[in-house]
């Protein structure tokens, strides 16, 4: 498995390359508009090309992922076995080895509930070492993104593993934004 570093910048190279073909795609729409799962697929592609991990899968069942990362529990299963992961990185050997949430963050709250999934997840000690959350936003100026990334570390208790930031874009209004593609690495404490 590659370093946490390149696998941060992998996804932040992921969504990057989304903004790009889906404002290609549209005609100048920003990737605000596109579905997670566009940039979901974007993320994924660039984890295996950067060969950050061997494989990935989409919307990996959380119960089917426990089990191939060997992590049973008796009794009752725990809530975090209900749903699915956006990306998953598997190792050669069929382990899943690294868990990416995406977001589209516009608050300050938007990644709490994906950081607090992944950290129960990690704490169950088994083949995942590594849980990340991959954001993109925009905002009308680059210290806003500064800002709100910073405030989603801090409020999350996550920290931010990579940050790109657009130059300065004007809208056809001529209104200036930024867009940011973020990577947050959810430590298990």
Do not use: H
């Not at 992998?10 to 990057?16: A, D, E, N, P």
């Not at 991990?53 to 089990?67: G, H, I, N, R, W």
Request: net charge positive.
């Amino acid at each position: 498995m590659a370093s946490k570093a390149s696998i941060a910048q992998s996804c932040v190279q992921g969504i990057t390359t989304a903004y790009s073909k889906y404002f290609e795609l549209t005609g100048g729409l920003a990737l605000g508009w596109a579905p997670e799962s566009f940039i979901q697929t974007e993320i994924a592609a660039a984890l295996f090309e950067d060969r950050a991990v061997p494989y990935v899968s989409l919307e990996s069942c959380v119960y089917e992922t426990l089990d191939f990362a060997r992590k049973k529990s008796s009794g009752r299963p725990p809530s975090i076995r209900k749903g699915r992961f956006d990306i998953v990185g598997w190792t050669k050997a069929g382990a899943p080895s690294v868990i990416v949430e995406v977001k589209k963050a516009w608050r300050t709250i938007a990644i709490n509930a994906d950081a607090e999934r992944l950290r129960k997840f990690l704490k169950q000690k088994g083949t995942t070492r590594l849980g990340l959350i991959s954001v993109y936003s925009s905002a009308a100026s680059d210290d806003l993104l500064r800002k709100r990334m910073g405030d989603l570390a801090r409020i999350s208790k996550t920290r931010l593993a990579a940050l790109q930031i657009s130059e300065e874009l004007n809208d056809p209004d001529g209104k200036k934004w930024f867009w940011c593609a973020a990577c947050f690495e959810v430590p298990v404490k």
